[in-house]
């Protein structure tokens, strides 16, 4: 695969797991209408001769679905709310500041920002220097516009001008293709999800016994005869809707975690096609691999917008199922290979040329 | 007939959509030339400052540094004619006459441990790479522009719409940039 068939299947992958996520959060709000409330988007509702003179739908015939408006605000709430402030709390999370063009090192990175925005043809991001002796570098912003690119000390001692071009490059990615978009967005909806789960597995108790006690107004079951096994059918439901309630905070972390991974991939492979030089980036993160103290300035939850997991090397260098489903990024080699593939495949082309 | 008129609104329509297209693109070419335009002054301004600091040590590489500054002559005159053709090959002699500049000061430990050159070989280093980046951005739009252009059915109309392909900004096939610079680390 080159890196332009790359990029467009990560896109596809990428907007298949979000369509996932609205989903999932569709079926927690309008289930807990369903179960708790009586809502059925299905039934049709009673129609009465008001005094104006007209048959009117009649507001008693169906109760107001709380469950889908609430769950539905709240994700709308914290996704808001992380867009406006989220590059500003990043960058106060990490203690960031501003790097200055008189010291040598935070020049070349200055410059190599510059270089970078031109290669993308994007505005120019403000670069920033974490204070922390950990090799790592993260950007932050939801425009390209107002994008940040921030790196530690340690990433800038010890990476030559190649390297930190290659590390500036996948950061540049990550904004060329509104990752960071993506990726608040993403943990937004995580955090909600991990609410409204909670929230609704403890207001389960008081209706549970009179949705499933065959009363007319629960949907499935309203036809006389087959009362007992619609009942049964609904117990079976409702079960696994309870299920799915509870495991919801894990498997929305799983989904935000595969999309992070994913994008991973794609910052390097168009973080690659920036520079023409995916060996420097091979390079990069084998410095970036060797260094397994984690980053302590940099939280968890910005995790999903460094170039490696905060952490330490620790979760990374683990290819087994676990890894695959909770880490971050992608495994260090895998991402090498993937790398190294390419340059192989780019000195092919143009030894052919 | 009413079918005729929806059709041919329908055409006018598809014309007007790729016309305004193609002249988004043409800016776009426009900007990312201008882009490169800007570099390449920085380039001119950087040039006489480092030749000036580097002279001293380099005394052996008069030669080199003869040649940088020439090119840099030509390519300001080159530019301030206008000929796309001669800026190409005049800023090609340029780029591989200061790659040459800069291979050659790996020999000089001194000048790379010199406070005030280290400096100006960074700036070099990135309004060269500076260049390099705002040339391949410029292709890629080039090349987006020319396609568009060229697809069918678009080919039809781009030409009678008074459109013509960009160049691109490739290195003159014989320019010496192509070749890279040899370094003698014999002692």
């Known amino acids: 695969m080159n890196i332009y068939e790359q990029q467009a299947r990560n896109r596809r992958m990428t907007w298949g797991i979000m369509f996932v996520f609205v989903v999932f959060f569709l079926v927690i709000g309008m289930?807990?209408?369903?179960?708790?409330?009586?809502?059925?988007p299905l039934k049709a509702p009673a129609y009465k001769w008001?005094?104006?003179?007209?048959?009117?739908?009649?507001?008693?015939?169906?109760?107001?679905?709380?469950?889908t408006i609430f769950a539905l605000l709240i994700g709308l709430g914290m996704v808001a709310n992380s867009?406006?402030?989220?590059?500003?709390?990043?960058?106060?999370?990490?203690?960031?500041?501003?790097?200055v063009p008189t010291d040598e090192k935070e020049r070349q990175f200055i410059n190599v920002v510059a270089e970078m925005s031109t290669a993308?043809?994007?505005?120019?991001?403000?670069?920033?220097?974490?204070?922390?002796?950990?090799?790592?570098?993260?950007?932050?912003?939801?425009?390209?516009?107002?994008?940040?690119?921030?790196?530690?000390?340690?990433?800038?001692?010890s990476l030559n001008r190649e390297e930190l071009q290659a590390v500036v490059a996948h950061e540049m990615s990550h904004i060329k293709n509104y990752d960071m978009r993506l990726m608040t967005v993403s943990a937004a909806l995580m955090g909600a999800i991990a609410l409204l789960s909670d929230l609704a597995g403890r207001t389960m108790r008081p209706r549970y016994g009179s949705s499933l006690s065959g009363s007319s107004s629960v949907p499935g079951s309203s036809s006389g005869g087959r009362k007992s096994g619609g009942g049964v059918l609904m117990?079976?439901?409702?079960?696994?809707?309870?299920?799915?309630?509870?495991?919801?905070?894990?498997?929305?972390?799983?989904?935000?975690?595969?999309?992070?991974?994913?994008?991973?991939?794609?910052?390097?492979?168009?973080?690659?096609?920036?520079?023409?030089?995916?060996?420097?980036?091979?390079?990069?993160?084998?410095?970036?691999?060797?260094?397994?103290?984690?980053?302590?300035?940099?939280?968890?939850?910005?995790?999903?917008?460094?170039?490696?997991?905060?952490?330490?090397?620790?979760?990374?260098?683990?290819?087994?199922?676990?890894?695959?489903?909770?880490?971050?990024?992608?495994p260090m080699q895998k991402r090498i290979l993937a790398l190294k593939v390419m340059a192989y495949q780019n000195a092919r082309v143009e030894g052919r040329g | 007939m009413i079918i005729l008129t929806i059709v041919l609104l329908a055409v006018v329509m598809w014309v007007v959509l790729?016309?305004?297209?193609?002249?988004?693109?043409?800016?776009?070419?426009?900007?990312?030339?201008?882009?490169?335009?800007?570099?390449?002054?920085?380039?001119?301004?950087?040039?006489?400052?480092?030749?000036?600091?580097?002279k001293?040590?380099?005394?052996?590489?008069?030669?080199?540094?003869?040649?940088?500054?020439?090119a840099r002559a030509a390519a300001m005159n080159a530019g301030a004619a206008g000929n796309m053709n001669e800026i190409l090959a005049k800023e090609g002699m340029l780029t591989q006459a200061l790659g040459k500049l800069i291979a050659l000061t790996e020999n000089y430990p001194n000048l790379k441990a010199n406070e005030s050159v280290k400096p100006l070989m960074?700036?070099?280093?990135?309004?060269?790479?500076?260049?390099?980046?705002?040339?391949?951005?410029?292709?890629?739009?080039?090349?987006?522009?020319n396609t568009e252009q060229q697809v069918f059915p678009n080919n039809m109309f781009a030409a009678m719409m008074g459109f013509s392909s960009a160049v691109l900004f490739e290195l003159p096939q014989d320019s010496a940039d192509r070749e890279v610079p040899k370094v003698d680390l014999a002692v």
């Open chain 1, 50 to 67: 008001n005094s104006l003179g007209y048959y009117e739908a009649s507001v008693a015939s169906q109760p107001v679905p709380y469950g």
């Open chain 2, 56 to 70: 001293g040590e380099m005394k052996f590489e008069q030669s080199t540094l003869e040649k940088v500054i020439q």
């Open chain 2, 18 to 54: 790729i016309f305004n297209g193609l002249i988004k693109l043409r800016n776009q070419v426009a900007n990312a030339f201008k882009q490169i335009d800007v570099q390449l002054k920085r380039r001119y301004d950087l040039i006489p400052n480092l030749v000036n600091s580097v």
């Open chain 2, 122 to 145: 960074e700036e070099l280093t990135h309004t060269e790479n500076q260049i390099g980046f705002a040339r391949q951005f410029y292709n890629d739009i080039v090349t987006k522009f």
């Open chain 1, 235 to 330: 117990l079976v439901v409702f079960v696994l809707w309870l299920l799915l309630v509870v495991l919801a905070p894990l498997i929305s972390r799983m989904l935000a975690m595969a999309i992070s991974r994913e994008r991973e991939y794609l910052a390097d492979a168009s973080g690659a096609e920036l520079t023409r030089n995916p060996l420097a980036l091979v390079s990069a993160l084998e410095k970036i691999r060797a260094a397994v103290t984690p980053t302590y300035s940099i939280n968890n939850g910005v995790a999903h917008m460094c170039i490696t997991d905060p952490r330490g090397s620790l979760i990374e260098e683990k290819m087994g199922l676990a890894a695959d489903l909770f880490a971050t990024h992608p």
């Open chain 1, 120 to 157: 993308s043809g994007l505005q120019r991001p403000q670069a920033y220097i974490v204070p922390d002796a950990d090799l790592n570098a993260f950007a932050a912003g939801i425009n390209p516009g107002n994008a940040v690119i921030a790196v530690t000390e340690g990433l800038l001692s």
């Open chain 1, 83 to 99: 867009m406006v402030n989220g590059a500003k709390m990043v960058l106060r999370s990490t203690q960031a500041r501003l790097a």
């Open chain 1, 31 to 40: 289930g807990f209408d369903f179960f708790y409330l009586r809502f059925s």
